[in-house]
């Protein structure tokens, strides 16, 4: 085990040097373990370049991990958009304007946050393209029937890499090796990554077997081939977006003239999104009678989850931070956990779920704290003051600063059931972080069927269904909304409202900007520093 720590503690610093300081590709590390002491086994190749990519897909620090974790993947995709806002209250949650800057869409060329979430998507990409050459090295002397389904599994992982990197921001550098010189990394367009990962996505997929990979077992927490058919999926439907090499004309190809070929057949995108989605249903995916049971505490056994982080306090060190930083102190402290009291539904998100309407949304009590908090006996909890602490969710702004609202505006995130017995202020906790779940395949599936001229009434109201939700026709417009009811808190807004055009629109609290409507926001920039590193790099239109 130490050997495997060491290894990969080495793997980390390598792949963080090359995108951080360009020096290092001049030197040569002395550190190293010899290669036949970590790789000399089938067992000792899977622990190296298999197993140890997942420690980074969560993660305990900033900017680090897919979910859990602050100013990363997950804040960027979600305190960006109509759906989310963390106020700033008084002293807290200003932090030099970060927060702010994030909501109005002014992030910079310098944000630190941005280069932090660069940097770590890259360094798993960079370990993986070290893994795959440490599995081929090994292939050339030994011929275990597992290595196929081993290299498969990384490309996998590194292609999932590459979606969030093209998803974030457009134009990025194609590297495919561990040990590039400076020079060699270029930038290529957007639809060049697009096509690369739909394609390491689509020869991987065959080679990974079938176990549902949120549920306990070998496979658990792992790429299996459910989460490259979601992916793939997921690509296809956002095509539109991720084949337009200039976001910022006004004009995007047609998703019914962007072809893909799927088990033999020439689809459009919208076909192809069916295609996949009818995939996942087929390997046994299904709604969980109850929507709550996705994110209980031990909610692995789940039928509907895809992908998860595997969460447990005393296994892992992965993090769950967003339920800790949004609830109040004292609701937290009631728990005998901690809080900082900051993230809040904002005055969009309350209008999407009906709040405080005859139509109120069902969801919406499973996905936010409102009105007066209680602890877990019932009893009511107080302010330090004394008096009742009550969540005011239409008083949230983007500055309530003296304002008597300071402590107690905004609803609060709750989708995740408490684990009482959670450690780390509560960010240690059993339940597993929801990455993909089938509800999003059936939202997706029916957008696709919408955008390509059928009815999608069926899938979309079988989610609302399971809450006891009213039907409703499938429209774009009802689509949009029922994502933000069904996925809200799930990290997923940011690229749907670009994918239907209100990415860069005007909202509660937030300006558009000059010339945001040619689109430029929709991508975030490359950070200047990166580019400081490596001039070939052009920045992003509109910074």
Same mark, same amino acid.
């Given at each position: 085990m130490k050997k495997y720590i060491r290894n990969t503690a080495i793997a980390l610093m390598t792949a963080t040097a090359l995108f951080s300081c360009d020096k290092f590709l001049e030197e040569s590390p002395k550190d190293k373990l010899p290669e036949?002491?970590?790789?000399?086994?089938?067992?000792?190749l899977y622990l190296?370049?298999?197993?140890?990519?997942?420690?980074?897909?969560?993660?305990?620090?900033?900017?680090q991990g897919l979910q859990g974790t602050g100013r990363g993947v997950y804040d960027l995709n979600t305190f960006t958009t109509d759906e989310a806002i963390i106020p700033t209250r008084g002293g807290d949650w200003y932090d030099g304007g970060f927060w702010q800057g994030l909501f109005l869409h002014q992030w910079g060329i310098e944000n630190d946050a941005i280069q932090a979430t660069w940097e770590y998507l890259y360094k798993v990409v960079m370990l993986s393209n070290k893994s795959l050459e440490r599995i081929d090295q090994f292939s050339e002397t030994h011929t275990d029937a597992e290595l196929p389904a081993y290299?498969?599994?990384?490309?996998?992982?590194?292609?999932?890499y590459y979606y969030y990197l093209m998803d974030l921001f457009g134009r990025v550098p194609l590297i495919l090796t561990s040990s590039p010189s400076m020079k060699d990394v270029v930038q290529s367009?957007?639809?060049?990554?697009?096509?690369?990962?739909?394609?390491?996505?689509q020869e991987s997929a065959p080679l990974l077997s079938e176990v549902h990979s949120n549920q306990s077992g070998p496979y658990y927490g792992r790429i299996t081939r459910p989460v490259v058919v979601f992916l793939l999926a997921k690509l296809a439907l956002n095509a539109e977006v991720y084949t337009d090499n200039d976001w910022t004309d006004g004009q995007r190809p047609d998703g019914k003239n962007l072809f893909f070929e799927v088990n033999g057949n020439r689809l459009n995108a919208w076909q192809t999104v069916i295609a996949y989605c009818d995939q996942l249903q087929e390997m046994g995916y299904r709604l969980e009678p109850d929507y709550k049971t996705n994110f209980t505490v031990f909610n692995e056994p789940s039928v509907e989850n895809i992908f998860t982080i595997p969460m447990n306090k005393t296994l892992y060190t992965n993090q769950m931070q967003y339920l800790f930083r949004s609830r109040h102190y004292n609701h937290a402290k009631a728990y005998g956990l901690s809080g900082e009291n900051g993230p809040s539904a904002t005055i969009e998100a309350l209008e999407t779920f009906g709040y405080e309407t005859a139509g109120q949304?069902?969801?919406?009590?499973?996905c936010?704290?409102?009105? /007066? *908090?209680?602890?877990?006996? %019932?009893? /009511? *909890?107080?302010?330090?003051? %004394?008096?009742?602490l009550e969540y005011l969710p239409w008083k949230v702004a983007l500055d309530i600063s003296n304002t008597p609202y300071v402590q107690t505006a905004g609803a609060r995130m709750k989708k995740y059931e408490i684990d009482e017995t959670a450690t780390k202020d509560g960010k240690l906790m059993e339940n597993d972080i929801v990455l993909f779940r089938y509800a999003d395949a059936l939202l997706m599936k029916s957008?696709?069927?919408?955008?390509?001229?059928?009815?999608?009434?069926?899938?979309?109201?079988?989610?609302?269904r399971r809450v006891n939700a009213s039907s409703r026709t499938a429209t774009l417009e009802n689509i949009l909304a029922e994502r933000q009811l069904e996925l809200a808190w799930e990290g997923w807004r940011r690229q749907d409202l670009i994918r239907f055009g209100e990415f860069t629109r005007a909202y509660s609290s937030r300006p558009q900007l000059p010339d945001e409507e040619s689109g430029y926001t929709t991508v975030f920039p490359i950070p200047e520093k990166i580019r400081v590193m490596n001039t070939k790099l052009k920045q992003n239109p509109g910074y």
């Amino acid at each position: 085990m130490k050997k495997y720590i060491r290894n990969t503690a080495i793997a980390l610093m390598t792949a963080t040097a090359l995108f951080s300081c360009d020096k290092f590709l001049e030197e040569s590390p002395k550190d190293k373990l010899p290669e036949d002491e970590v790789y000399n086994n089938l067992s000792d190749l899977y622990l190296n370049a298999v197993a140890s990519l997942y420690t980074y897909i969560g993660g305990y620090s900033d900017s680090q991990g897919l979910q859990g974790t602050g100013r990363g993947v997950y804040d960027l995709n979600t305190f960006t958009t109509d759906e989310a806002i963390i106020p700033t209250r008084g002293g807290d949650w200003y932090d030099g304007g970060f927060w702010q800057g994030l909501f109005l869409h002014q992030w910079g060329i310098e944000n630190d946050a941005i280069q932090a979430t660069w940097e770590y998507l890259y360094k798993v990409v960079m370990l993986s393209n070290k893994s795959l050459e440490r599995i081929d090295q090994f292939s050339e002397t030994h011929t275990d029937a597992e290595l196929p389904a081993y290299r498969a599994e990384v490309r996998a992982m590194r292609a999932m890499y590459y979606y969030y990197l093209m998803d974030l921001f457009g134009r990025v550098p194609l590297i495919l090796t561990s040990s590039p010189s400076m020079k060699d990394v270029v930038q290529s367009e957007r639809k060049t990554i697009f096509d690369f990962v739909f394609k390491e996505l689509q020869e991987s997929a065959p080679l990974l077997s079938e176990v549902h990979s949120n549920q306990s077992g070998p496979y658990y927490g792992r790429i299996t081939r459910p989460v490259v058919v979601f992916l793939l999926a997921k690509l296809a439907l956002n095509a539109e977006v991720y084949t337009d090499n200039d976001w910022t004309d006004g004009q995007r190809p047609d998703g019914k003239n962007l072809f893909f070929e799927v088990n033999g057949n020439r689809l459009n995108a919208w076909q192809t999104v069916i295609a996949y989605c009818d995939q996942l249903q087929e390997m046994g995916y299904r709604l969980e009678p109850d929507y709550k049971t996705n994110f209980t505490v031990f909610n692995e056994p789940s039928v509907e989850n895809i992908f998860t982080i595997p969460m447990n306090k005393t296994l892992y060190t992965n993090q769950m931070q967003y339920l800790f930083r949004s609830r109040h102190y004292n609701h937290a402290k009631a728990y005998g956990l901690s809080g900082e009291n900051g993230p809040s539904a904002t005055i969009e998100a309350l209008e999407t779920f009906g709040y405080e309407t005859a139509g109120q949304d069902p969801r919406f009590d499973i996905c936010y704290f409102a009105g /007066v *908090v209680y602890d877990l006996k %019932g009893n /009511v *909890v107080r302010l330090d003051n %004394g008096t009742i602490l009550e969540y005011l969710p239409w008083k949230v702004a983007l500055d309530i600063s003296n304002t008597p609202y300071v402590q107690t505006a905004g609803a609060r995130m709750k989708k995740y059931e408490i684990d009482e017995t959670a450690t780390k202020d509560g960010k240690l906790m059993e339940n597993d972080i929801v990455l993909f779940r089938y509800a999003d395949a059936l939202l997706m599936k029916s957008e696709a069927k919408v955008r390509n001229g059928e009815s999608g009434d069926t899938e979309l109201n079988e989610v609302r269904r399971r809450v006891n939700a009213s039907s409703r026709t499938a429209t774009l417009e009802n689509i949009l909304a029922e994502r933000q009811l069904e996925l809200a808190w799930e990290g997923w807004r940011r690229q749907d409202l670009i994918r239907f055009g209100e990415f860069t629109r005007a909202y509660s609290s937030r300006p558009q900007l000059p010339d945001e409507e040619s689109g430029y926001t929709t991508v975030f920039p490359i950070p200047e520093k990166i580019r400081v590193m490596n001039t070939k790099l052009k920045q992003n239109p509109g910074y």
